[in-house]
């Protein structure tokens, strides 16, 4: 969002140029490198990695939407993330006009509904949604220049607006399944954001700037989400994390207990020959085949189709049976 004069400096603008204490002609080619300034009495709450990691779950949403209003609106268009600011709400509030349309949607955090008074704001600008209307209708879309100021929804354009932003509401918790599963229903759409005070002018903010191009329009979305609603986000994608790490020898303890109960072949193997097609068609009962194996030596014991054990023929209880003598190490294995 951009940066709101308040009418106190807008006053002293005025002044200063009536006084000829300000040179409207002249402008100061500056060429030191401006910074923003740190407000040291309201620190910011979110580290650079968080609004890092609010800006690549809005580009994956980006990508959705891309494809989503393609194929309802039948065009091409392109989106992107622009900015991800910090701020204080007065700020997003002050940069909306009258004849602006807010939406209200609220956060459900796997299954369990956030404070119902502090829902996510979605702002369209008026000409872009009015484009995408004329779109749905079947047209080619206004173009947004020619859009009045201070424009007013009909009933039937806040109805169409209304069908827009629940479609793009209904798939925004889809951006954040790679850390939490989030879902965002919507709650209403106000035609007069002076009325939405459900979040204290001077509370944290973090605005989302997406830019949305159409062949002959182009417009913002600016999504405002509360900084107590991100707070309990990240608390519960930590606390998440922490329980992944803590339970990994529990997890991999079960793994080994659904293992121990698998059934594998064993086979005992007495030894191995080759014989012809010939030889083995000539082949009659009684007759005997040279395995080339010494009564006496130790047969391997396959498991899985790898060597593992060596033992001795025998029997028990009238069976046959092998007698295991010797495991195979691992190289002896790869060796085999």
Same mark, same amino acid.
């Given at each position: 969002m951009a940066e709101v004069l308040s009418q106190s400096q807008i006053d002293a603008l005025l002044n200063a140029a009536r006084s000829g204490e300000m040179d409207l002609n002249h402008s100061d080619q500056d060429t030191e490198k401006k910074y923003r300034k740190y407000d040291f009495y309201s620190p910011r709450k979110f580290t650079k990695d968080r609004l890092k990691m609010i800006s690549g779950v809005f580009e994956n949403?980006?990508?959705i939407i891309n494809s989503r209003l393609n194929g309802l609106l039948h065009t091409t268009s392109e989106i992107s993330v622009e900015s991800v600011e910090e701020q204080r709400y007065y700020e997003f509030s002050n940069a909306l006009s009258d004849g602006d349309v807010l939406t209200l949607a609220d956060v459900d955090v796997e299954g369990v509904r956030e404070s119902d008074e502090t829902p996510i704001l979605i702002h369209l600008s008026t000409g872009l949604v009015l484009n995408m &209307?004329?779109?749905?209708?079947? !047209?080619? *879309?206004?173009?947004?220049?020619?859009?009045?100021?201070?424009?007013?929804?009909?009933p039937l354009e806040l109805k169409l607006y209304e069908s827009i932003v629940r479609d793009l509401i209904s798939i925004l918790g889809g951006s954040w399944e790679n850390y939490i599963n989030l879902n965002f229903t919507?709650?209403?759409?106000?035609?007069?954001?002076?009325?939405v005070q459900l979040i204290g002018l001077d509370e944290t903010v973090v605005i989302i700037g997406i830019s949305i191009k159409f062949p002959n329009a182009s417009g913002r979305m600016n999504i405002c989400l509360p900084g107590m609603m991100l707070t309990n986000i990240f608390t519960k994608i930590?606390? &998440?994390?922490?329980?992944?790490? !803590?339970? *990994?020898?529990?997890?991999?303890q079960e793994i080994m207990d659904i293992?121990?109960?698998?059934?594998?072949?064993?086979?005992?193997?007495?030894g191995r020959t080759q014989l012809t097609l010939r030889d083995i068609y000539s082949l009659n009962v009684g007759d005997v085949i040279d395995l080339g194996h010494p009564t006496k030596e130790p047969v391997s014991l396959y498991i899985g189709g790898q060597p593992w054990f060596s033992g001795k023929l025998g029997t028990q209880?009238?069976?046959?049976?092998?007698?295991?003598?010797?495991?195979?190490?691992?190289?002896?294995?790869?060796?085999e």
């Open positions: 949403y980006t990508r &209307m004329d779109r749905l209708m079947g !047209g080619e *879309g206004d173009d947004a220049a020619d859009v009045p100021a201070g424009y007013s929804f009909t919507f709650r209403r759409v106000e035609s007069n954001p002076t009325l930590s606390a &998440m994390n922490q329980v992944g790490r !803590g339970t *990994g020898e529990n997890n991999s293992l121990r109960d698998s059934q594998l072949q064993v086979t005992a193997e007495l209880n009238g069976s046959m049976a092998v007698k295991i003598c010797e495991t195979y190490h691992v190289e002896t294995r790869e060796e």
